[in-house]
């Protein structure tokens, strides 16, 4: 039987304990960082639509798109469990929060990379607009024949 992924956005109090449990260790602990928040208001903005990424009702992954303008989307926080990385979950959470953002009307979306995952990006179609950073600017268009 084939496995079922599905993106959804956090709601329930196990959502949320998931998708902090996810992003806590990944984009924090792995990288010796501290003072992770889980109240950061940002979570809980009505423009911001926090993320899980589910494989067979299980949580492997998490996103947060948040909407910056009219047609314009940053994409945040995107972490997939340690021990299921380097599997395609990646992609496909980047697939599917592609899917939410023209779902939502979003034209066009932005990430601040983690300057390792650059090649990961730009294997997706995202293209470098400042490279120079610590956490380099991609862009993605979301509109079919759109040059970057």
């Known amino acids: 039987m084939p496995s079922r992924i599905r993106l959804k956005r956090v709601e329930s109090d196990g959502d949320w304990a998931a998708y902090h449990r996810i992003r806590k260790r990944v984009l924090w602990e792995n990288r010796g960082l501290d003072g992770y928040d889980e109240q950061h208001p940002d979570d809980r903005l009505t423009s911001n639509h926090p993320l899980l990424l589910m494989h067979d009702g299980k949580p492997v992954g998490t996103a947060r798109l948040d909407v910056a303008g009219p047609r314009l989307g940053v994409v ?30 979003l034209e066009r979306l932005e990430v601040n990379a983690a300057k390792e995952a650059e090649g990961f990006y730009q294997s997706l179609g995202w293209v470098a607009v400042r490279s120079d950073r610590k956490n380099p600017l991609m862009t993605k268009s979301l509109s079919p024949g759109e040059i970057q």
């Not at 972490?79 to 779902?103: D, F, T, W």
């Open 76 to 105: 945040r926080l995107v972490a997939i469990k340690p021990n299921l990385q380097r599997r395609g979950l990646g992609r496909i959470l980047m697939q599917e929060v592609e899917s939410y953002a023209r779902h939502v009307g």
